[in-house]
């Protein structure tokens, strides 16, 4: 018997749901809770097999819940459920733990078989949450592989973009010829390119200079 915690601020969610659930053989409602906070407490005194979280609530959301119950009990198996795909709302839901994640358009069916699913170790996504989630890794990538370069390594890009040599580069900066090799070494790491003509290209695609 699986057991399912509920959380979700409406009471109309929370009892179809249930309903729907407690006629299945395998699975049992065993607790609810009408905010993050109720949940987070329920939780952890339950300690059930599936936690089916909402993500808006007053008190405290979905995510911030996740992220307390998963600190306090690793172990635990949230599944959100929400009427939200934006980004602002998917990729913290699943970094701060989640296991599964379902729109609120799923059927009882779809929501039953992704607590079996999750309950046996997969994780379970909407075809738009997939979707969704491979749009902001990706524009995550993008952002991240610039923004660590440091602001000397922009400058070093800067001037390697210009057709600068290195030891032109070392004589604008005041710098040695070594550091601006070990410069140039970081940003082509950094920006996972193979040589300063990629570099070029990426810092002009990029609008860095």
Request: no cysteine; hydrophobic share 40%; aromatic share 6%.
């Amino acid at each position: 018997m699986i057991k399912v915690l509920l959380v979700d601020d409406h009471e109309m969610v929370r009892l179809g749901v249930s309903s729907y659930l407690d006629v299945q053989p395998d699975i049992k409602v065993v607790g609810e809770a009408e905010n993050g906070l109720m949940g987070y407490h329920k939780a952890l005194e339950y300690k059930p097999d599936i936690i089916l979280m909402d993500l808006v609530m007053e008190v405290m959301d979905g995510v911030e819940a996740t992220q307390k119950i998963m600190e306090e009990w690793p172990e635990a198996k949230i599944i959100i459920v929400t009427s939200f795909i934006d980004d602002e709302k998917v990729y913290p839901a699943i970094e701060a733990g989640a296991k599964s994640y379902l729109l609120k358009t799923s059927s009882a069916s779809e929501i039953a078989d992704a607590i079996r699913a999750t309950y046996e170790g997969d994780t379970v996504m909407g075809p738009e949450v997939t979707s969704k989630l491979l749009e902001y890794e990706d524009k995550s990538r993008q952002k991240q592989a610039h923004d660590d370069l440091t602001n000397r390594e922009l400058e070093v890009l800067l001037l390697v973009s210009k057709g600068y040599t290195n030891q032109e580069i070392a004589d604008e900066l005041y710098i040695t010829l070594k550091t601006v090799k070990t410069h140039v070494s970081n940003i082509l790491s950094k920006l996972e390119v193979n040589d300063r003509t990629q570099a070029t290209i990426y810092a002009y695609q990029h609008e860095l200079v």
